[in-house]
């Protein structure tokens, strides 16, 4: 069984999208439309603008959704998933890559999200951290332990999970994982303490619009990253997608579940292979590929 990931937040690279806009028309259109939906021309960024430019959140995520959900259109008749996930903003791309979402929808969820996360990082400033080959459940116990708020975010992989919190909570919490053996406890050059309780504003905001967004039944499962568990129900699929704002994303589960499921070959739609490594430290022996262009 063929399964489709689609990468978030930190796969942007400057040229990204280029070469699909100059091989395919159908890229191009969806590319001029996007910036008309957006109201400033995101391509000019994508494709010219330095890494600092696509560091800014709001875009960041529409830019790394652009790049995923048009790379699967072209794909035309080469993309058949059996199952889809997609890691943080990457669940959005997997939406609408099955069909759940319109393109033109999904595209302007991500924007709010986008801005709403934004906002959000102004009223509760926070951080994030990678803790390396430290066992999940003593990260877990250990975010417990500091006072401040602190939380398992991301579950990569095995021996990698990324903590969400407060400036002064994760930096207790690093300390404490590295006198507990962790390899290393890095801080991560992000602009928030994503999927933590501090995205709170956001998600009542993203709330609004996901619920006047109207949704499709998807043509396959699509694993989430509130619980890792595949889903087609319209209202189940919406209600993860809210909570996904303040949840982990449970990246390592929702790979292992996909494996019991069937599936036998990983294809990574979107920049970047951040994915495929993943994937490989879960199960070494699946087949990973990159999506390819149809022009």
Known sequence: MKAYIFPGQGAQFPGMGKDLYEQSEQARELFEKANE???FRITDIMFDGTEEDLKQTRVTQPAIFLHSVILAKIMCDDFKPDMVAGHSLGEFSALVAAGALAFEDGLRLVAARANAMQKACEIQPGTMAA???????KVEDICKQ?????????YNCPGQLVISGTIAGIDAACEKMTAA???????LNVGGAFHSPLMEAARVELEHAIVHTAFNQPVCPIYQNIDAKPYTDVEHIKHNLIAQLTGPVR???????????????FTEVGPGKVLQGLVKKVNRDVATASAAIQA
């Open 37 to 39: 939906i957006l109201g």
């Open 131 to 137: 803790i390396l080959a430290l066992d999940d459940f």
């Open 146 to 154: 500091v006072s401040d708020v602190v939380v398992p975010a991301n």
């Open 181 to 187: 053996g962790a390899k290393r406890a890095m801080k």
């Open 251 to 265: 990246w390592t589960q929702t790979v292992e579940h996909m494996l019991e499921d069937g599936a036998t070959s």
